[in-house]
């Protein structure tokens, strides 16, 4: 019986794409906190936001490997005080592990607008 339950499980994991799989896994988010890794700025979203986003990398279409992007922000998916996981964005493309995927819904476009909107860029002379 136990030799089933295993194959049933590698059959399962490996045949759910990573986002879809990550997405199961942030459906437990209560709060997002959208953070620029080189100068530690943020901005924190809650509620129905936190289901969108989700909806949104759940929904991904993996790209090839050969897209051309560059990450940006860091969305780190929080319930309570826990981590459940960071996500690497730039605009509409996200990565899960070494895989980029786009999302077509515009939601991730939407908060990285919201994070520039609080955060406008700083040129320097």
């Known amino acids: 019986m136990k030799p089933l339950l295993v194959f049933l499980l590698v059959v399962f994991v490996t045949g759910c794409s990573a986002n879809k799989s990550l997405a199961h896994r942030l459906k437990e988010a209560d709060r997002i906190v959208v953070i620029n890794p080189r100068d530690g700025l943020s901005i924190t979203v809650t509620g129905e936001e936190v289901d969108r986003v989700v909806k949104a990398i759940a929904s991904g279409k993996k790209e090839p490997p050969t897209i051309e992007a560059t990450p940006d922000l860091d ?31 515009g939601t991730l476009e939407a908060l990285e607008a919201k994070y520039r909107k609080v955060h406008r860029p700083q040129f320097s002379p």
């Open 75 to 105: 969305f780190q998916f929080f319930k309570g005080t826990k981590r459940l996981a960071t996500v690497t964005n730039c605009v509409m493309v996200f990565w899960v592990g070494p895989n980029a995927y786009s999302d077509r819904t």
